[in-house]
T-cell receptor, first 111, second 115 residues
Framework: LAKTTQPISMDSYEGQEVNITCSHN???????ITWYQQFPSQGPRFIIQ???TKVTNEVASLFIPADRKSSTLSLPRVSLSDTAVYYC????????????FGQGTELSVKP | NAGVTQTPKFRILKIGQSMTLQCTQD?????MYWYRQDPGMGLKLIYY???????DKGEVPNGYNVSRSTTEDFPLRLELAAPSQTSVYFC??????????????FGEGSRLTVL
């Protein structure tokens, strides 16, 4: 299983773009990169998933370079409600879906 | 559509007591998971299942047991509760296999305190 490394915490201000980078140096060919968001006292919520290049949805963008050894979650124009913990996961669905969460990045958005 | 339902939401146990955390999903998902989350920490995988009758250990299985007799249900059993098992427990499910979209659906969590 590919190990992931993220910053423990980040601070931002309302209206700014936030980029959270995750390192996964030993990512395998069949691995997908998935990001989750967790608010206090709630279970994590799926944000976005990608394999390579760029993926965008209504919430975020995910940038994955050609070597796939890292990925960057981009949150445009954050608000106070984006204050949460963000987790990066690397998943090989062919391996039975064993999903291991890392420590996550605690994002604090200030007014 | 209820999604993933966990019961109970809160429970206090004495050391050495046993209990079962219930988890049921109505989305016909193949994969189900149990995680625990200690205060200020990330989620740790306890057990997971890729289908009825199939279970496997995660990162921290000691002190827990699971069973998966139906697609819908994935109960987590604590046999001899210890203070180290004080945590919030989350059950999750996903499609898995060829239908896998990568999305885990989580329950609301069960907060367990062992005194």
């Amino acid at each position: 299983l590919a190990k992931t490394t993220q910053p423990i915490s980040m601070d931002s201000y309302e209206g700014q773009e936030v980029n959270i980078t995750c390192s996964h140096n030993n990512i395998a060919t069949n691995d997908y990169i998935t990001w989750y968001q967790q608010f206090p006292s709630q279970g994590p919520r799926f944000i976005i998933q990608g394999y390579k290049t760029k993926v965008t949805n209504e919430v975020a963008s995910l940038f994955i370079p050609a070597d796939r050894k890292s990925s960057t979650l981009s949150l445009p124009r954050v608000s106070l409600s984006d204050t949460a913990v963000y987790y990066c996961l690397v998943v090989d669905y062919n391996q039975g879906g064993k999903l291991i969460f890392g420590q996550g990045t605690e994002l604090s958005v200030k007014p | 559509n209820a999604g993933v339902t966990q019961t109970p939401k809160f429970r206090i146990l004495k050391i050495g007591q046993s209990m079962t955390l219930q988890c049921t999903q109505d989305m016909n998902h193949n994969y189900m998971y149990w995680y625990r989350q200690d205060p200020g920490m990330g989620l740790k995988l306890i057990y997971y299942s890729v289908g009825a009758g199939i279970t496997d250990k995660g990162e921290v299985p000691n002190g827990y047991n699971v069973s998966r007799s139906t697609t819908e249900d994935f109960p987590l059993r604590l046999e001899l509760a210890a203070p180290s098992q004080t945590s919030v427990y989350f059950c999750a499910s996903s499609y898995g296999g060829t239908k896998n979209t990568g999305e885990l659906f989580f329950g609301e969590g069960s907060r367990l305190t062992v005194l």
